[in-house]
C-alpha cells in the first residue's frame, strides 16, 4: 500500500519507519496515487496543509496523529468538516514516544473514526504497536490534547518539589475536569481512561519537562527558548478555556495552570484553590 506522511519531524518519521517495515510504500508529502494519508504536522497547521493538497485528495482516509485544537478553539474534526466533509477522517493517538517506536518497544494507540478503521487497523498493526478502535472521535481529541495540560501541572508540581501525594491529587483533579469537559461536547467518559488521555499522561514528554522547568521557577519565554517546542500544550490550555466560555463551564483546574504561567501566581496559592 502506498501511504503519504504529511509533516515528517520526529514523530512523522517514526510513523514511516513503522509503516516501511510493514511493507508499505511511504512518500512524504506527495499525495498522488496513496491510499492513506498520515497528517504528523503541528495541530494549528493541520487545515492549512490538507488545503494546500486539496485537490489531489481523492479517495484516501486521512488519519491525524496532531494533537491540539484550533486557534478558535474548535476540535479539529469539527473544522475539517468545513473543507472536508465527505472525506473519511481518522484519529490515531497514544502514549507512543517517536524513539521508542523505531525502535521497536511494545506499545499501544487507538484510532478513532468511522467505517474503514477496522481495515486501516489490519494495514497498520504490528506484533509491537497494538491498535484499538473506537467511534468516539471526541473524546479521542479532547483526551490526547488536554492530556498535555495535566502533564504541564503534575510537571509545575515535581519541579516544585512537592511530593508523589500531590502529583497523583492534581493528575487525579485534571483528569477529572478534562472528562467532564468532553462528556459535555459529546464524549464517552471512559474513553478517557483510554490509550489517548490517561494513558499518554504517564509518558515523560516535552510537556512535562516543560512544567518542571516552570514549576522551578523560569519564565516560559526563557525555557521556550532553549526547548525545541511546538507548543501544542500552552495552546490547549488558552483554548480549553476558550471552549469552556463557549459551553459555559467553569474550568478552574486550567484556569488556575494558566494563572500559573500567564499571571504569576504562586504554585502554592494554586495547588491549594485546586478542588
Given at each position: 500500500m502506498k501511504i503519504t506522511i504529511l509533516g515528517h519531524g520526529v514523530f512523522g518519521g517514526a510513523v514511516a519507519t513503522h509503516l516501511s517495515r510493514?511493507?508499505?510504500?511511504?512518500?512524504?508529502?506527495?499525495?498522488?496515487?496513496?491510499?492513506?494519508?498520515?497528517?504528523?504536522?503541528?495541530?494549528?497547521?493541520?487545515?492549512?496543509?490538507?488545503?494546500?493538497?486539496?485537490?489531489?485528495?481523492?479517495?484516501?482516509?486521512?488519519?491525524?496523529?496532531?494533537?491540539?485544537?484550533?486557534?478558535?478553539?474548535?476540535?479539529?474534526?469539527?473544522?475539517?468538516?468545513?473543507?472536508?466533509?465527505?472525506?473519511?477522517?481518522?484519529?490515531?493517538?497514544?502514549?507512543?514516544?517517536?524513539?521508542?517506536?523505531?525502535?521497536?518497544?511494545?506499545?499501544?494507540?487507538?484510532?478513532?473514526?468511522?467505517?474503514?478503521?477496522?481495515?486501516?487497523?489490519?494495514?497498520?498493526?504490528?506484533?509491537?504497536?497494538?491498535?484499538?478502535?473506537?467511534?468516539?472521535?471526541?473524546?479521542?481529541?479532547?483526551?490526547?490534547?488536554?492530556?498535555?495540560?495535566?502533564?504541564?501541572?503534575?510537571?509545575?508540581?515535581?519541579?516544585?518539589?512537592?511530593?508523589?501525594?500531590?502529583?497523583?491529587y492534581i493528575l487525579t483533579k485534571g483528569l477529572q475536569e478534562i472528562q467532564k469537559l468532553g462528556v459535555a461536547l459529546g464524549a464517552d467518559a471512559n474513553t478517557f481512561m483510554g490509550l489517548s488521555c490517561i494513558g499518554d499522561i504517564t509518558l515523560r514528554s516535552r510537556n512535562r519537562t516543560l512544567g518542571v522547568e516552570l514549576g522551578k521557577g523560569r519564565k516560559l519565554g526563557d525555557i521556550l527558548t532553549e526547548m525545541h517546542y511546538t507548543q501544542e500544550g500552552i495552546a490547549s490550555i488558552k483554548n480549553a478555556r476558550i471552549i469552556g466560555k463557549r459551553i459555559g463551564m467553569d474550568v478552574p483546574f486550567i484556569d488556575t495552570l494558566h494563572d500559573i504561567i500567564f499571571e504569576e501566581l504562586e504554585i502554592d496559592k494554586a495547588i491549594r484553590r485546586i478542588r
Open positions: 510493514l511493507g508499505h510504500e511511504i512518500e512524504v508529502d506527495k499525495i498522488d496515487g496513496s491510499e492513506l494519508i498520515f497528517v504528523c504536522t503541528p495541530s494549528f497547521a493541520v487545515v492549512p496543509v490538507l488545503l494546500k493538497n486539496k485537490d489531489k485528495i481523492t479517495n484516501q482516509k486521512i488519519i491525524i496523529c496532531s494533537k491540539g485544537f484550533s486557534e478558535d478553539g474548535r476540535l479539529l474534526s469539527e473544522v475539517l468538516k468545513d473543507d472536508f466533509a465527505d472525506k473519511d477522517i481518522f484519529f490515531f493517538y497514544g502514549p507512543t514516544i517517536a524513539e521508542e517506536i523505531v525502535a521497536e518497544v511494545f506499545s499501544g494507540v487507538v484510532l478513532a473514526g468511522g467505517e474503514g478503521r477496522e481495515e486501516i487497523k489490519k494495514q497498520i498493526e504490528s506484533e509491537n504497536l497494538i491498535v484499538e478502535t473506537t467511534d468516539d472521535i471526541i473524546g479521542v481529541q479532547v483526551g490526547a490534547a488536554m492530556k498535555n495540560v495535566i502533564t504541564i501541572f503534575v510537571g509545575v508540581v515535581e519541579g516544585a518539589k512537592y511530593g508523589q501525594n500531590t502529583k497523583g
